[in-house]
């Protein structure tokens, strides 16, 4: 495994020292994870602890990738080395690779690395011999070029714009946006990632791939509900045969089985497709088919589905990364709201635990402080309706809440109700009565009141 090395530097902006960890061989066998960081710019990038700004440890590279027959070297030209310091650095480096190939693994390009005058040059090379032609990375690269100028442009020239460039706007290209915010936060460049997310959604509304977008999803949307309505009329007891039936109706449709596995994930268990098995062999020659394509494709939508939540923990990890880095974490959760969901609360809540379990008595302060800022900024964007609620349901005393209701009730309509029904169904199974006699307190007070 290729070594994580440690150095001091500067920090490029406000100068202070501090140590970062680096890596001078890249091995896309045994790391492709490098790889990964290589390709995205993320190699080898630390942000200074004191004032946030990235840093890049600028040091010589080997990119060593077996199946591909790949060696190449990099020397950054800001290191200033002379001819001699160069290709003894490479030297050391590439003599460092090959003495830890298994015997009889060594071939004749290792002893002729090609070498990157640049460090685009040297993600081109890479890319390049995976498949990514010179043509895929023009594109991409126009691709940056137009998220650039929407970027710089003024507010008002932003329509003429997308409706200029509409035909390069697909989704390779919202792909594009999402990672370049992504990588601004990680970053630090909280306000150039929260104006690319804005913009983002600009250009959906307003460019033709936009619209189809909105169109699918509207209707996914219907399909969802209908799919819903269905699974909600098994009632609770459906078991297994009853979602099996159900699978069979939608054996047609794509999209209504997509719906059915990612509403009801955990009924598509391994004892599900051990029954549906058995199903299938009972059955008559003819209908043994479909019944085997129905296996296949609940089979692939569960995979799907779980990769999916994996993906949301993941960009829930990478959120949160970039709130514990940020010095104004308050702007960093207004700017991706949308991206707080349960999966953030829960990862988040896994990182406080995991803090405390470590004793890191900082981080565990700082994800706390973290945690109530997001409840805080939650409840600010919650209708009024419901921070009423929350406001009754957390008074430090019974008293208090009669309190609060009589003071406040006058201010709501009849959708205060409405809410108290939907909060009420989401206590329900939490065994807690104290909370659902404020609830019911609170409703008798808001009938009253509203006549
Ligand atoms: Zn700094």
Partial sequence: MPKMLQATISCIQCRQPFRV?????????????????????????????NCGAPNTMLTPLV???????????????????????QEKAIGDLVRGVTSELPQGAFKAYLLQPRQALTMQGLIDQVLQ?????????????????????????????????????????????????????????????????????????????????????????????????????????????????????????YADSEERLQALVGLVRPAFDYQFFQELQVVIGQAAADERPQLEALREKLLELTSLADQQARAALQDAATLLQALVNSENPQEVIEANLALIDVTFMQVLSANVQEAERRGD?????????????????????????????????????????????????????????????????????????????RLSLLREAAAQALG
């Fill in 361 to 437: 008595a900082r981080m565990g302060e700082r994800l706390k402080a973290i945690y109530n800022l997001v409840v805080t900024m939650l409840q600010a964007n919650m209708p009024p309706e419901l921070q009423f609620i929350n406001e009754v349901l957390s008074a430090h005393s019974p008293d208090a809440a009669r309190d609060l209701i009589t003071r406040r009730i006058h201010e709501f309509d009849g959708e205060l109700l409405g809410a108290i029904d939907a909060v009420e169904d989401q206590v329900a199974d939490q065994n807690d009565p104290a909370m659902l006699e």
């Fill in 63 to 85: 990119y060593h990738d077996p199946a591909k027959e790949l060696l190449i070297t990099f020397v950054p030209m800001e290191l200033n080395l002379s001819k001699e310091a």
């Fill in 21 to 49: 960890s680096f890596q001078n061989v890249v091995d896309a066998k045994q790391d492709p994870q490098a790889k990964m960081r290589l390709l995205t710019g993320q190699l080898n990038l630390a942000q200074c602890p």
């Fill in 129 to 249: 011999a995976d498949g990514v032609t010179p043509e895929m990375m023009e594109a991409q690269r126009s691709r940056v070029r137009l998220i650039e100028s929407l970027l710089e442009a003024d507010d008002a020239d932003l329509p003429t714009l997308i409706q200029q460039n509409d035909a390069q706007i697909d989704s390779q290209f919202m792909q594009t946006m999402t990672l370049l915010a992504q990588r601004m936060l990680q970053e630090g460049r909280q306000a150039l990632a929260e104006r690319l997310v804005m913009l983002q959604n600009q250009v959906v509304e307003e460019s033709s791939f936009g619209q189809q977008l909105i169109e699918r999803a509207r209707v996914q949307e219907e399909v969802i509900q209908q799919v819903a309505e269905d699974v909600n009329a098994l009632g609770e007891t459906a078991d297994r045969p009853d979602f099996l039936r159900l699978a069979r109706q």
